[in-house]
């Protein structure tokens, strides 16, 4: 079946500092693939997403591509700030049993100091 | 608009004992999702609706029942509660198919003893 695989983390990093996530992926066809972001006591919310290879998602500095050949999409972000600390989920949307469902990997908790 | 929201936030439950999460929705979706996230697992999608009336299976569909009798809202119930359904339980919903963007609510946080 699909399946999404990324770090738990913690990551951690110093305010201002070059951000990347790594993300890759098990699917059969042609999957969408999305970033959530959660933030503390909060739901997830979807930060970016891209539906066909080769293209790029970005939302709030933050961008991911969806890469076929390397069946990954890493999420990047040039300067972080430390509103970003939050859990980061990979997620994609494809077909299984049947039906289309969404498989998230475990969140990756980044955790920015100043 | 209040978007998804879950009650309760929080619960504590001893073994065997009983209780209905309720969520909510405004936003006129049609389909809704309850999850459960585990440390080290991600989310799971335990059961779902694809309107009102309807309910399907997700992926760990035992030990949970789920209700949808009006488009707004979606019940997860726990007849016989185990340790092993300790977890955060998230809400979501969407416009009109899975291939729709999922809002999540804020979760609720339950422990069973």
């Known amino acids: 079946g699909d399946s999404v695989t990324q770090m738990e983390g913690p990551v951690t990093l110093s305010e201002e500092a070059f951000l990347t996530i790594n993300c890759t992926y098990t699917?059969?066809?042609?999957?969408?693939l999305f970033w959530y972001v959660q933030y503390p006591g909060e739901g997830l919310q979807l930060l970016l997403k891209?539906?066909?290879?080769?293209d790029k998602g970005s939302n709030k500095g933050f961008e991911a591509t969806y890469r076929k050949e390397t069946t990954s999409f890493h999420l990047e972000k040039g300067s972080v700030q430390v509103s970003d600390s939050a859990v980061y989920f990979c997620a994609l949307r494809g077909w299984s049993g049947g039906y289309q469902k969404v498989t998230f990997g475990i969140g990756t908790k980044l955790q920015v100091i100043p | 608009n209040a978007g998804v929201t879950q009650t309760p936030k929080f619960r504590v439950l001893k073994t065997g004992q009983s209780m209905t999460l309720l969520c909510a929705q405004d936003?006129?979706?049609?389909?809704m999702y309850w999850y459960r996230q585990d440390p080290g697992m991600g989310l799971r999608l335990i059961h779902y609706s694809v309107g009102e009336g309807t309910t399907a299976k997700g992926e760990v569909p035992d030990g949970y029942n789920v209700s949808r009798l009006k488009k707004q809202n979606f019940l997860l119930g726990l007849e016989s509660a185990a340790p092993s359904q300790t977890s955060v339980y998230f809400c979501a919903s969407s416009y009109s198919r899975v291939t729709d963007t999922q809002y999540f609510g804020p979760g609720t946080r339950l422990t069973v003893l």
């Open positions: 936003m006129n979706h049609e389909y």
């Open positions: 699917a059969t066809g042609y999957p969408s």
């Open positions: 891209a539906t066909k290879a080769d």
